[in-house]
Structure formats: structure tokens, C-alpha cells
């Protein structure tokens, strides 16, 4: 068993905004795309003449990687995504004959490959399928809904390349959006989605090849990618997208991580399907049934923004964190989602928050493993009001179409999808060495035993402020 370690609460002023998100489409059959925008209403006059503002105290080189084949080298996909949590992480690639230039998102949590066909107040610019000789329309009509938003449009081929991917072209299927809801988003710099799931969720049917299966197919590359997202702790009220990381296709670039690769079976091939065992919320258990964790599904994916817990897990966590910190001050409102937490700039509380970990099952079915994150990943910033202020959401919310690994959680550790071996790998991200001189959020790794079962090996990846 895990002691509960209380956390004295500081003293804090803390300011609470209200914004609304948009609302969620109901369908038998989603995918868990969900973007947050960092979009909300901060046009109601706000008295800030009660915060106070508190006295505050005083390279690696790169390794030139490549798979055993010898047939893709990693390096130019080191740093080809740009983007963050909030607003979605997207990759350049280069579309049609002659190529048009398009950014895309990467989703882990869907199977077809779109990008917009018609204008869109939201896009700077779309594809247009006329202008290039080697479009072909299979004159079939395509239709996708995800957990925010849906499009409809018509499903072709074309030929593609990533200019920082593997070399060369591939022909890939590619559906083209010609109507939308909710789907392009204000504040979001990508044109179309890259779904990199399996062919079981792709639309109109499985016999629609995904992009990644295309790429493998013609290219001989290992059937695997690994992602590495850098934008924990960036304001999604930026007005630029940062660097945000990299799409590794065909393998794993050592210089992305740290320490031990640790991995978790892929229980079902459609989504990324994991199985999760336990919560611990402050080092302490839950004690919830694993079946509540993994109720119609487990999955891990980069197109959803927050951590998304089935509705009774998600009580229990919000109820873990409130008894475990002693947080009275906060509303419900932040819990749920629709209600910002902002303090004084530099003087956010974070020794409030206990540390969240997610027990994964191993590849051997008697060992375990846990990715623990720190509140500086699950505590999102959102917005900064008047250079005063630093506001925040909670980055983890209820589902109702189970537990959901997102950017959230994603963002603190370098992720493989190793498809050929079936199995999903996370290990610590080298990307917080960018923030050692900044008071962002560094990652460090130690190994532990879980003497509750002994047969049992826990990792913990935390997260620690540099200057504590």
C-alpha cells in the first residue's frame, strides 16, 4: 500500500474565468479527435486589483540513426512537427502534381487521410483536386465523425511526400473535405488530418488502405513510427505555433529519449488499444476495478488533447486530488471544464497538485509498468491576461467512450507504435532539456518495485520545476 501524502496548501489569488467549450456530437461510432483552441471569453471587465503579486526568490550532439534495413534515415524527421496540445500537432507534406503545400494533423486515434477541398473560414488555403494531373476520383462519397466535429466529402488518390519523411513519393488514398462541422477550428494552423490507426476504422470501409499502411507497402520501411510532441506548458493564446516535435516513420530515433523504452501490448488493432490496470492519484490507489478503466476501450491517442477518463474514474480522480491537496478554493467549474484557474504570473501553485500515474500491463502479462505525470503536464496553460496573469484549465475530463491517453499525458514521453510486434512503447522525452532554463517542467526517470506485488517492476517518469 501507498502512503497519502498530504500537501499543505499555500496561499494563493486565484481568479477564476468562465469560457464554454464547443458542444460534442453523439454517434454510435466516434473517433476521439478533440482540439482545444484556447478560445474563451475574456471580454467581461475583470477587476485585478485583488491579486497581489508575491515576492519571488531568487548540447547533446545528434546521433545519425537508422533502421537495421538501412532503408530511411531518421534524422530529417527530427523536428518536422510544429504545434501543441491545445491546437493539435501537424506535419508539411506535399500534395498532388504539381504539389500543393499542406499542413496536417497527426491523429493516432483514426485511419483516413483528408484534407480540405472547399474553402473554410478557418484555412488559410485547401486542395485543390483540379489542378493536379495526378488526382484520380474513385466518385465515392466519404464521411467521418470524431468526438469534436465531422466532415463529408469525396474519397480519390493522389501522390504525396513529406519533405522532412522518407524519400520519395508514394500514391495514397485521400478524401478530400467538401463540407464541415466543428472540424477546422479558429486558431489552428492545419488543413487536413493524417489518420495513422488501423484500416478497421477507416471510411467508408477496411477496404480503404490508411496513409501508414500505403507508406510501409511501398517503401519497405519497418511497419512502425514513434512521436515525440513538445509543447507542454506553451499558452494555446499564442499567437505563432512553437516547434513541437517529431514524427519518426519506419523507426526510433535514440536522441529522442531517455533511459528505458517500456512497453504495453496492443490488445486490439483498430485503435491503439491498451490496457490500463490501476490509478494512483498521489501515490495513492483508487481501488476501482481495472474493468472501470478499460470500459468499452483503453486507447492511446495524439489527436485528443486532455486525458479522458470514463465518467466513475474521472470522479474519483477529481475527488482524489481534492481530499489529497486540501483544494478549497476552486469551483466546480474547474473540474468540469468550464471555469479557468489564473494566478499572479511566475506564482502558479503547483505543490497543490499531487502527481497522477497510470499503470499500463507489460509484455510479459505478470509485470506492470506506470507513466506518472506531474501537474505541469495535466495543468494546462491556456491564456496569458495582459501580461499579468497566467490562466489555466484542467487538462483532464470525463468520457463517455472510454479512458483516452491524449497529448495530455502523450506530450512527457517519446511514443512508439511498433505495429509489426504489436505493441506501444513510452519512454522519458528529451524534449524538456529545452525548458532546463526556464522554470518549465524537466524529466527525469527511476525505477522502482511495487512490493504490493511483487512480481511487478513500476517506472516513473515525473516531472519536477528545474527551480525547486
Given at each position: 500500500c501507498f502512503a497519502l501524502s498530504v500537501v499543505k496548501m499555500k496561499t494563493l489569488s486565484l481568479?477564476?474565468?468562465?469560457?464554454?467549450?464547443?458542444?460534442?456530437?453523439?454517434?454510435k461510432f466516434t473517433f476521439p479527435l478533440k482540439i482545444y483552441t484556447g478560445n474563451f471569453n475574456s471580454s467581461v471587465d475583470i477587476d485585478f486589483s485583488s491579486l497581489e503579486k508575491n515576492e519571488s526568490s531568487s548540447t547533446n550532439e545528434l546521433s545519425l540513426a537508422t533502421d537495421p534495413s538501412g532503408k530511411v534515415n531518421f534524422l530529417q524527421m527530427v523536428n518536422n512537427l510544429q504545434g501543441d496540445s491545445g491546437r493539435g500537432?501537424?506535419?508539411?507534406?506535399?500534395?498532388?502534381?504539381?504539389?500543393?503545400?499542406?499542413?496536417?494533423l497527426v491523429d493516432t486515434g483514426s485511419s483516413n487521410f483528408a484534407v480540405a477541398g472547399a474553402p473554410d473560414p478557418y484555412i488559410t488555403?485547401?486542395?485543390n483536386s483540379k489542378l493536379s494531373s495526378s488526382y484520380h476520383s474513385s466518385g465515392m462519397d466519404v464521411s467521418v465523425r470524431y468526438t469534436q466535429g465531422n466532415w463529408v466529402g469525396k474519397l480519390g488518390t493522389d501522390i504525396v511526400a513529406i519533405p522532412k519523411g522518407p524519400n520519395g513519393t508514394i500514391t495514397i488514398n485521400v478524401a478530400t473535405i467538401?463540407?464541415?462541422?466543428?472540424?477546422?477550428?479558429?486558431?489552428?494552423?492545419?488543413?487536413g488530418i493524417l489518420g495513422l490507426a488501423y484500416k478497421t476504422l477507416a471510411r467508408p470501409d477496411s477496404s480503404v488502405e490508411p496513409f501508414f499502411d500505403s507508406l510501409v507497402r511501398q517503401t519497405?520501411?519497418?511497419?512502425m513510427f514513434s512521436l515525440q510532441m513538445c509543447g507542454a506548458g506553451l499558452s494555446a493564446s499564442s499567437t505563432s505555433d512553437p516547434l513541437g516535435g517529431g514524427l519518426v516513420m519506419g523507426g526510433i530515433e535514440p536522441t529522442l529519449y531517455k533511459g528505458s523504452i517500456w512497453y504495453t501490448p496492443i490488445k486490439e488493432e483498430w485503435y491503439y488499444q491498451v490496457e490500463v490496470l490501476k490509478l494512483e492519484v498521489g501515490g495513492q490507489n483508487l481501488n476501482l476495478d481495472c474493468q472501470e478503466y478499460n470500459t468499452d476501450k483503453a486507447i492511446v491517442d495524439s489527436g485528443t488533447t486532455l486525458l479522458r477518463l470514463p465518467h466513475n474514474v474521472f470522479n474519483a480522480v477529481v475527488d482524489a486530488i481534492i481530499a489529497t491537496s486540501l483544494i478549497q478554493q476552486f469551483s466546480s467549474g474547474f473540474w468540469t471544464g468550464t471555469t479557468l484557474a489564473c494566478w499572479t504570473k511566475g506564482e502558479t501553485q503547483w505543490s497543490i497538485f499531487?502527481?497522477?500515474?497510470?499503470?499500463?500491463?507489460g509484455m510479459n502479462a505478470s509485470q506492470s509498468f506506470r507513466i506518472t505525470i506531474m501537474p505541469q503536464l495535466y495543468i494546462q496553460l491556456v491564456a496569458d491576461v495582459d501580461n499579468s496573469l497566467e490562466c489555466y484549465r484542467f487538462g483532464i475530463a470525463s468520457s463517455t467512450s472510454g479512458l483516452v491517453i491524449g497529448a495530455t499525458v502523450m506530450e512527457g514521453f517519446y511514443v512508439t507504435f511498433d505495429r509489426a510486434q504489436k505493441k506501444v512503447g513510452f519512454a522519458v522525452s528529451t524534449c524538456a532539456d529545452d525548458y532546463s532554463n526556464t522554470a518549465m517542467p524537466v524529466l527525469y526517470i527511476e525505477h522502482k518495485l511495487d512490493k504490493s506485488r511483487p512480481n511487478i517492476t513500476a517506472v516513473d517518469a515525473q516531472y519536477w520545476l528545474s527551480m525547486l
Open positions: 481568479l477564476c474565468l468562465m469560457f464554454f467549450f464547443p458542444s460534442t456530437c453523439d454517434s500537432y501537424y506535419i508539411e507534406m506535399l500534395l498532388g502534381t504539381p504539389s500543393q503545400t499542406m499542413n496536417i488555403h485547401f486542395f467538401l463540407q464541415s462541422e466543428n472540424f477546422f477550428l479558429p486558431r489552428v494552423n492545419w488543413q519497405g520501411i519497418p511497419d499531487p502527481k497522477i500515474s497510470i499503470y499500463l500491463r
